[in-house]
């Protein structure tokens, strides 16, 4: 599978944790990356950053992980947001 595929695929994984979350009641999002040397410099940049749904979907939305390897997917994860409950 390549980059494409990949990325497509992971966006759509970390929704589905977005809309799980929310449907917990969350309403803050941190970012979580794995924080390595496999995690691309956009990814990086939001690592540990919290955001409303509004805008972690907009994140989504937008530039997004450049793997460096075609065959890796995203590094990252979403997780509740401290206080965000």
Known sequence: MGMQGS???????L???IEYLRKDGVTQFEWSS??????????KSRDGKIFSYNEILNELNGAFCKPSDPDDRCRCTILAAEGGK
């Open 34 to 43: 794995a924080n390595d040397e496999h995690v691309c410099s956009k990814c």
């Open 15 to 17: 929704r589905e944790i």
């Open 7 to 13: 990325v497509r695929n992971w966006r759509k994984d």
